[in-house]
């Protein structure tokens, strides 16, 4: 061949060759020609640069030798060989090519990006010497060829990865992954992999790149992996692979078959690791994560079908809050609709969590607080994000399953719950500790929906300490001849409040439902606070139910500037026990004396109108005996709490 120089950067680089009577140590030093070793003169680079365009001219018209051993070149001169293949460079022995050579292909030419390798005396670390393909190469006659990477990173191809998406290119992959220094990158170019067996594994550092084209993540098929075996894990990320970052790659988990074990993605432990614009295709678990400061971006789960099954599983593998901080946004995760998986979310263990945009669609449960032994889920806030919609029970449940569980601290604005079409009677929000957990308390909600759901809005069936404001909460279910209802508080729970919110059959655009009553109180509530709330359309009152007011218990409950309480006015019939509920203002008829008002809190007022002549006496819980006359109202306050009595006059 013949050769001609190219200058990069201080160095011409020879890229082609064959006998000719221009030197081979060609290069550029500075600003001008050196040629033999001596200055060349004018002359001599006009006499060069004439001899070069005419070297040109007959190269091009020569055939290029594809398997033809290239000729040894002199040292510090690159080779670019033409047509080589792994299998060429190994037969090529370092001392003949001291300034390395450029491989253009791994089994056949350009089936991968071009790879530098230098010349070592060492023999190649990988495989009993055997080397990696892509890292190291043996060279013929002892030592090695090692890669030279540019900075943009490892092309998988560069190691034998085939892009065919049939080939097991696991091996390949993998010897990618450990080839790269901490914090390197991987490329996966605009290529699907096949992967089988144990996956992937990242055990330090890395970066693993795919396309960067959205429909990549919108549509996948353009950059990721295909199993070729189901139920498998396609990468697992032990505890070494902290400051890792995955993105803009698709895992068409579902090309084998169905899964009904397995995740496309393992965390075993993590810390400060960024998954981004991530989308995978009928798993069993999208990404089971554990560990400290995850991000979870842009990550979209389809088709997520079965028993066992769900989207993304936080602090499976941890106990006592050691999953912290997880971030999760702008994320959606859709179930099958045929087979639905349980969960589009599963949370069992989590300090800090952080759940913000995302969307969860036809699950049997959208939402899944539900810690295990020893396990803790606390100070988890939800925000702008959807917790369930059109599941087939509740858009969330938060439970325990053990008594050493413990849930404190949920915190969830402008968030979303909603399963329409659904015949299970599930409520939208279900609150319930099934483990007996010591710990259970603070369930807080701002500007939450609660819309078209089979059974009621929301059961409050275990812990304390809630809060709804400034939320809507419509269009609950009846079924079975259960008496449905906005917000049940099961009997003996303490501290509900529920502020400026709508609790109505229907409400802004919500299907038509059937509330009974807009909240239900089943018993011994304490510590219950209604203010500036909207309870119209309910079926047969606002309110089931009272507060009560314990004895010693220095804490009260406040009822007051409720639509559809403050403004109706209950007719009663005297008797000996009259129950106002939780209205300011009743009519009593009747001359029968009345000994004692239910539903006596510190501090709350009642004006009772008579149509007669009526009689309050001693006996019961009143202070004192009063006789009234015919539509001269009685005013009423509730004072004290050992116990709490009634004061008239």
């Known amino acids: 061949m013949l050769i001609y120089c190219g200058w990069t950067k201080n160095t011409l680089q ?45 190269a091009t018209a020569l055939p290029q030798v594809a398997d033809a051993q290239p000729t040894p070149m002199p040292q510090g001169i690159v080779q670019r060989v033409a047509a080589p293949t792994n299998a060429l460079l190994k037969t090529l022995g370092i ?55 540019p900075a943009s990173g490892v092309d998988v191809r560069q190691f034998g990865a085939n892009i065919d998406g049939k080939t097991d290119s696991t091996a390949a992959i993998q010897a990618a992954m450990e080839a790269i220094p901490n914090g390197g990158t991987v490329l996966l170019g605009p290529h699907l992999y096949a992967v089988s067996g144990q996956g992937l594994t990242c055990s330090h550092p890395v970066e693993m790149i795919g396309t960067e084209s959205s429909e990549s993540f919108l549509y996948g098929g353009y950059s990721g992996f295909r199993p070729l075996v189901n ?41 400060n690791v960024t998954f981004s614009d991530i989308s995978m295709n009928a798993p069993c678990i999208g990404l089971d994560l554990n560990g400290n400061t995850i991000t979870v971006d842009r990550m979209q789960i389809t088709q997520v079908a079965g028993a066992g099954c769900g989207g993304i599983r936080i602090g499976h593998a941890t106990t006592s809050q050691t999953t912290v901080d997880p ?12 087979n639905p998986a349980d969960y589009g979310m599963r949370i069992e263990d989590a300090g800090g969590a952080f759940i913000s945009h995302d969307d969860i669609l036809y699950s049997t449960i959208g939402t899944w607080i539900i810690p295990g032994a020893n396990q803790q889920v606390k100070n988890t806030f939800f925000d702008n994000t959807t917790f369930g919609d059109t599941t087939v029970n509740s858009p969330l449940v938060i439970d325990t399953a053990a008594a050493s569980a413990e849930v404190a601290d949920i915190h969830s604005s402008q968030s979303w719950a909603a399963a329409f079409d659904s015949k299970s009677g599930q409520p939208g929000i279900l609150i319930q500790n099934t483990g007996g957990a010591s710990t259970f308390t603070g369930f807080h909600f701002v500007g939450q929906r609660v819309y078209s759901v089979p059974g009621n809005g929301v059961s409050l069936l275990a812990g304390s300490d809630f809060t709804f404001d400034d939320s809507a909460i419509c269009g609950a279910g009846d079924q079975g001849g259960r008496p449905y209802v906005g917000i049940e508080l099961a009997n003996g729970l303490s501290s ?13 655009g919500s299907s038509a439902g059937h509330h009974n009553y807009q909240i239900r109180l089943d018993g011994n509530n304490t510590r219950i606070i209604l203010t500036g709330n909207n309870f119209y359309g309910w079926v047969t009152a606002a309110i089931s139910g009272a507060p009560t007011q314990p004895t010693g218990d220095a804490m009260s409950s406040v009822i007051m500037n409720n639509l559809g309480i403050d403004d109706q006015i209950p007719a009663l019939t005297a008797a000996a026990t009259i129950d106002p509920g939780v209205y300011p203002t009743v009519n009593i008829n009747g001359a029968a004396a009345i000994s004692r008002i239910n539903g006596c809190w510190n501090g709350r007022k009642l004006t009772i109108r008579p149509t007669g002549g009526m009689r309050f006496t001693t006996g019961g819980n009143l202070a004192a005996a009063l006789r009234t006359t015919d539509n001269v109202p009685v005013e009423a306050i509730c004072i004290g709490t050992s116990p709490a009595t009634w004061y008239l006059k």
């Open 327 to 338: 971030r999760i946004t702008n994320s959606t995760i859709q179930s099958s609709r045929s």
């Open 231 to 271: 139920n498998m894990n396609i990468l697992t990320l032990t505890a070494h692979c902290f400051g890792s970052y995955f993105g803009h790659f698709y895992l068409d988990m579902g090309a084998a078959g169905v899964n009904i074990a397995g995740a496309s993605i393992n965390m075993l432990g993590n810390s």
């Open 14 to 58: 020879v890229t082609r060759e064959r006998s000719y009577s221009m030197r081979d140590d060609c290069r550029l030093r500075r600003s001008h020609l050196v040629i033999g070793g001596a200055a060349g003169t004018s002359a001599q680079l006009i006499r060069f640069l004439i001899a070069l365009v005419l070297a040109i001219g007959v």
């Open 95 to 149: 001392a003949n090519f001291s300034g390395g050579i450029v491989r253009q292909g791994v089994s056949a030419l350009g089936d991968a990006p071009d790879l530098t390798f230098v010349p070592s005396n060492a023999p190649c670390p990988q495989n009993g010497g055997a080397g990696d393909v892509g890292s190291c190469v043996p060279a013929s006659g002892g030592g090695s060829w090692r890669a030279v990477f």
């Open 496 to 508: 509900l409040a529920v502020r400026n919110s709508t609790i109505s059959s229907r409400c802004h």
